[in-house]
């Protein structure tokens, strides 16, 4: 699992900017009022984190999402067609229109829902996983969560009973360094969120979370360990947000300067370096792959465009039901 292969860095090159189309496309499309619901979190800048956990999972492991949620949903294996069809709000997409961007989920890759409830994954991740382990089967759940998340209770509550009762749970901070507008260090008394780890008895790791390959390797190990019946991890992944916090938020608590400095710490970009530098891929290989990419999300906005709307008529009862009340 943990060997890098060309045909893996390959995919996680794909998906990293699979990603990153989508969510500019997103941001696009929400400036022309092409998506409904009032706040659209994007997650570029981020995508190495999504990207390189997921890629150690199985298909039938768990991932538990936040309010910026896109990226997660998509490096576990969803279709951007559906996606995008969902956050315009089309019958079509993952939730039959009714989730949005908040609340897309897809079950049948595993996704246990995006969520506008600031660390309620925290405690759900723990229930997915004490589910999985009194069925008896040796899935794992992934649990995404922000720097800001680190500070509600339910942090507390989801890392104590998965490290008591050592459930297949991987705890995945993204340290974007921002709590909406509040920078980390008026937040929190600490620079490290993996020190935390500590007191629930779990081990807790920092990665640079700009770095898909550091990312993935990380979290392998902590899914060997969840697998194995050896219980939770913490892992840190310090990445950056470079969009405001929605699409309509000002972002004037972030300095000029400091926006500057976002692209250099680009993961796709990086990825693009190692690939040429250690001979995993060519120029012209990752050119083709960028312009297949291109050309699915340009399918995928087309396939949302002409999809229809719900029926305002429907039952929605029978909507929540999946159709079999
Ligand atoms: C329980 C709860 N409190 C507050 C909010 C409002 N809110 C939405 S996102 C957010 C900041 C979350 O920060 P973080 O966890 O670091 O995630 P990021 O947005 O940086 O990805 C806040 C306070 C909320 N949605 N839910
Ligand atoms: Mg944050």
Same mark, same amino acid.
């Given at each position: 699992?943990?060997?890098?292969?060309?045909?893996?860095?390959?995919?996680?090159?794909?998906?990293?900017?699979?990603?990153?189309? +989508?969510?500019?496309?997103?941001?696009?499309?929400?400036?022309?009022?092409? /998506?409904?619901?009032?706040?659209?979190?994007?997650?570029?800048?981020?995508?190495?984190?999504?990207?390189?956990?997921?890629?150690?999972?199985?298909?039938?492991?768990?991932?538990?999402?936040?309010?910026?949620?896109?990226?997660?949903?998509?490096?576990?294996?969803?279709?951007?067609?559906?996606?995008?069809?969902?956050?315009?709000?089309?019958?079509?997409?993952?939730?039959?229109?009714?989730?949005?961007?908040?609340?897309?989920?897809?079950?049948?890759?595993?996704?246990?829902?995006?969520?506008?409830?600031?660390?309620?994954?925290?405690?759900?991740?723990?229930?997915?996983?004490?589910?999985?382990?009194?069925?008896?089967?040796?899935?794992?759940?992934?649990?995404?969560?922000?720097?800001?998340?680190?500070?509600?209770?339910?942090?507390?509550?989801?890392?104590?009973?998965?490290?008591?009762?050592?459930?297949?749970?991987?705890?995945?901070?993204?340290?974007?360094?921002?709590?909406?507008?509040?920078?980390?260090?008026?937040?929190?008394?600490?620079?490290?969120?993996?020190?935390?780890?500590?007191?629930?008895?779990?081990?807790?790791?920092?990665?640079?979370?700009?770095?898909?390959?550091?990312?993935?390797?990380?979290?392998?190990?902590?899914?060997?360990?969840?697998?194995?019946?050896?219980?939770?991890?913490?892992?840190?992944?310090?990445?950056?947000?470079?969009?405001?916090?929605?699409?309509?938020?000002?972002?004037?608590?972030?300095?000029?300067?400091?926006?500057?400095?976002?692209?250099?710490?680009?993961? /796709?970009?990086?990825?693009?370096?190692?690939?040429?530098?250690?001979?995993?891929?060519?120029?012209?290989?990752?050119?083709?792959?960028?312009?297949?990419?291109?050309?699915?999300?340009?399918?995928?906005?087309? +396939?949302?465009?002409?999809?229809?709307?719900?029926?305002?008529?429907?039952?929605?009862?029978?909507?929540?039901?999946?159709?079999?009340?």
């Amino acid at each position: 699992m943990t060997e890098l292969t060309n045909e893996l860095v390959l995919r996680m090159y794909r998906t990293m900017y699979t990603i990153r189309k +989508f969510e500019e496309t997103v941001s696009e499309r929400a400036g022309m009022a092409m /998506i409904p619901g009032f706040m659209i979190h994007l997650y570029v800048g981020q995508e190495a984190v999504a990207t390189g956990v997921c890629a150690a999972l199985r298909e039938d492991d768990y991932m538990v999402s936040t309010h910026r949620g896109h990226g997660h949903l998509i490096a576990k294996g969803a279709a951007p067609d559906r996606m995008m069809a969902e956050l315009q709000g089309k019958e079509t997409g993952y939730c039959r229109g009714r989730g949005g961007s908040m609340h897309i989920t897809s079950v049948e890759v595993g996704g246990l829902g995006a969520n506008g409830i600031v660390g309620a994954g925290l405690v759900i991740a723990p229930g997915a996983a004490l589910s999985a382990k009194l069925r008896g089967t040796d899935q794992v759940t992934v649990c995404f969560f922000g720097d800001g998340a680190s500070n509600q209770g339910t942090f507390h509550e989801g890392l104590n009973l998965a490290s008591l009762w050592k459930l297949p749970v991987v705890f995945v901070c993204e340290n974007n360094g921002y709590g909406f507008s509040t920078p980390q260090d008026k937040h929190q008394p600490i620079d490290r969120i993996s020190k935390r780890a500590a007191s629930y008895d779990m081990p807790g790791i920092t990665v640079d979370g700009n770095d898909v390959l550091e990312v993935y390797l990380a979290a392998c190990w902590a899914v060997e360990r969840a697998r194995k019946g050896e219980g939770p991890t913490l892992i840190e992944a310090v990445t950056l947000r470079w969009h405001g916090h929605y699409e309509d938020d000002d972002d004037e608590y972030r300095s000029a300067e400091e926006k500057a400095e976002f692209p250099k710490h680009c993961p /796709i970009e990086r990825l693009e370096r190692d690939c040429i530098e250690r001979g995993w891929a060519s120029t012209s290989q990752l050119e083709r792959i960028r312009s297949e990419v291109d050309k699915e999300i340009e399918k995928a906005c087309e +396939f949302a465009d002409e999809s229809p709307e719900p029926s305002p008529d429907e039952d929605p009862a029978l909507i929540f039901s999946g159709g079999d009340r």
